[in-house]
């Protein structure tokens, strides 16, 4: 029998709604009900000044095998994601090759993954076969390989009967479709935000609208079917406002936002910075306030992390050419903390936002539960952002070489 003791931490439950100070037991990642005895007691950690809290569920997170596996591996993304507090992670069906239109490769997948990375990884399946967008995938089989979910990505649909087909299956199964809304015909090619610094540059745009449009014709889709859908990566503060009005009307929609969105601004992509490249863009600073007004009102329901791990060369071509991705796993706590710091939530706030409500979303509390575990972050720890301190394969984020603060130094997994 080996238990922990941690004296005096705050301890964030967003189940009960407590913060409280206290001292604690802690076995197989369980907090003990009763003190044990002095002699079951392996080993004993001050933790004044830090938080306990749950481990975390990340709503989408590319972890780049099976496929592209010079990026990152189940591995590698496994090891920075469990280290970093993130036990349950949601990857898309956009692997290269596609394998999530495929029941019994999911299923492997994710047994890949526990055995590789140690995490609990949950596949969202393909909408359409290979992801091509003129026929449903085999839903059924993915709901039988363990998807509760399906999206199409980024790939585009061949017409928007193809959608509602999709949608009407995804309903009878009683299945939640993930957008990451973006219509093609404004996107275009672009591959930045809309704005002053793009124009400057030169540099192909992805206007706000593109992402605004896709969601309202989602929307309509989605009241005429009655499918449970989630809206991922928002990134305009005017979808804030359209996620809001159709929570009014009592559709079935949830959303989420990159923790990097609110934080970040597309000023980064100043100089051709390409490690400010990623999709959907980073947007400008009014997005950002907006985005962060909607999480904060619970009209975004979750922050994820958007990790995508890439190599270096990945990001040495031109900026247009450059695969977009930013590594996350490694800055999410801290950059949670830095939302603590500057007022927008308490503690306990920021921890329901990426704990508690993507399990919610994701319709699995009950098992998140069980396998939580307990993470142990000092919200004061600064650490400087580099090759070295980044867990992940990919090293890929804008910033790089600055000192943060806010780091989990100890996990409790069963």
Not at 10 to 31: A, H, S, W, Y
Not at 178 to 200: L, M
Not at 238 to 265: C, F, R, W, Y
Not at 340 to 357: R, Y
Request: charged content about 20%.
């Amino acid at each position: 029998m080996s238990i922990v003791k941690i004296e005096n931490v705050c301890v964030l439950d967003p189940i009960q709604k407590t913060d409280r100070i206290d001292t604690v037991f802690i076995e197989n990642g369980k907090l003990l009900n009763t003190h044990p005895d002095q002699s079951q007691i392996t080993e004993v950690i001050d933790g004044r000044g830090k938080w306990l809290m749950p481990t975390m569920v990340d709503l989408c997170a590319r972890l780049r095998e099976p496929g592209q596996q010079q990026h990152g591996t189940l591995k590698s993304e496994g090891k920075a994601a469990r280290e970093n507090g993130i036990l349950h992670v949601f990857t898309p069906p956009d692997s290269k090759p596609i394998v999530q239109d495929n029941g019994a490769l999911v299923h492997g997948l994710v047994e890949k993954a526990m055995l590789d990375g140690g995490i609990y990884l949950q596949v969202i399946g393909a909408q359409t076969q290979g992801l091509l967008g003129k026929q449903p995938a085999n839903m059924a089989g993915l709901k039988k390989g363990g998807c509760s979910a399906v999206s199409n990505a980024y790939a585009t649909f061949e017409n928007d009967d193809v959608v509602i087909r999709t949608l009407e299956y995804a309903a009878g199964l009683d299945m939640t479709v993930v957008f990451y809304a973006e219509e093609h015909q404004i996107a275009k090619d672009g591959c930045v935000h809309e704005g002053f610094i793009a124009s400057r540059q030169g540099l192909p745009m992805i206007p706000t609208l593109a992402e605004t449009v896709a969601i309202a014709k989602y929307l309509l889709m989605i009241e005429a079917t009655g499918v449970k859908a989630h809206f991922g990566l928002l990134s305009s503060g005017a979808s804030v406002e359209l996620i809001k009005n159709a929570k009014a009307k009592g559709l079935p929609i949830t959303a989420d936002v990159a923790m990097q969105q609110l934080h970040l601004t597309d000023a980064l992509i100043d100089g051709f910075n390409t490690l400010a490249h990623v999709r959907p863009p980073l947007r400008s600073e009014q997005d950002k306030q907006l985005l962060r007004q909607g999480v904060k009102d619970g009209v975004i329901d979750a922050i994820c992390t958007h990790h995508e791990p890439l190599t270096g060369s990945a990001k040495l071509a031109p900026f247009a050419e450059t695969l977009p991705g930013i590594t996350a796993f490694d800055t999410y706590v801290a950059l949670g903390v830095k939302l603590v710091e500057e007022g927008l939530f308490t503690p306990l706030e920021w921890v329901e936002k990426v704990t508690l409500a993507p399990a919610r979303v994701a319709n699995m509390i009950e098992s998140w539960k069980q396998q939580a575990g307990l993470v142990l972050v000092d919200p004061t720890l600064e650490w400087l952002i580099n090759q070295d301190s980044i867990l992940s394969h990919g090293k890929n984020t804008p910033l790089i070489d600055q000192t943060i603060k806010g780091k989990v130094i100890q996990t409790f997994i069963a």
